[in-house]
């Protein structure tokens, strides 16, 4: 039920998958649930601007069933972010949502 989904302006210059795959171990560290509810999600090359600016910069959503911690992951998020990207920290924008349990779908069902 974790997911990060990423908007980037720039092209994201590494193995794309392999990107992925990292956030995907990183949420799932981050929050404490199984990697196997996990989603990711990048959209490279959005039309953006940051501060009147169109310099490289993201968007990053995080929705979950409860275990966010914002400080922590914000800054664990946007370092990995900039080593993989080259997107400076203080260009990253993150979006935080600890969904109810009821409202998220999956498998016909939903969490709670």
């Given amino acids: 039920m974790p997911l990060i989904s990423i908007k980037a302006s720039t092209e994201v210059e590494v193995d794309s998958s392999e990107f992925l795959k990292k956030l995907s171990r990183q949420l799932a560290d981050l929050t404490g649930k199984p990697e196997s509810y996990v989603m990711t999600i990048l959209e490279p090359n959005k039309e953006m601007t940051f501060g009147g600016s169109s310099e490289p910069c993201c968007y990053i959503e995080i929705k979950s069933i409860g275990s966010i911690s914002p400080k922590v992951f914000s800054k664990e998020l946007c370092q990995l972010i900039y080593q993989e990207t080259n997107i400076p920290m203080n260009r990253i924008y993150i979006h935080f949502e600890d ?14």
Avoid: L, M, P, Y
Wanted: hydrophobic share 45%.
């Fill in 99 to 112: 969904v109810i349990a009821s409202n998220w779908g999956f498998n016909s069902s939903t969490f709670g």
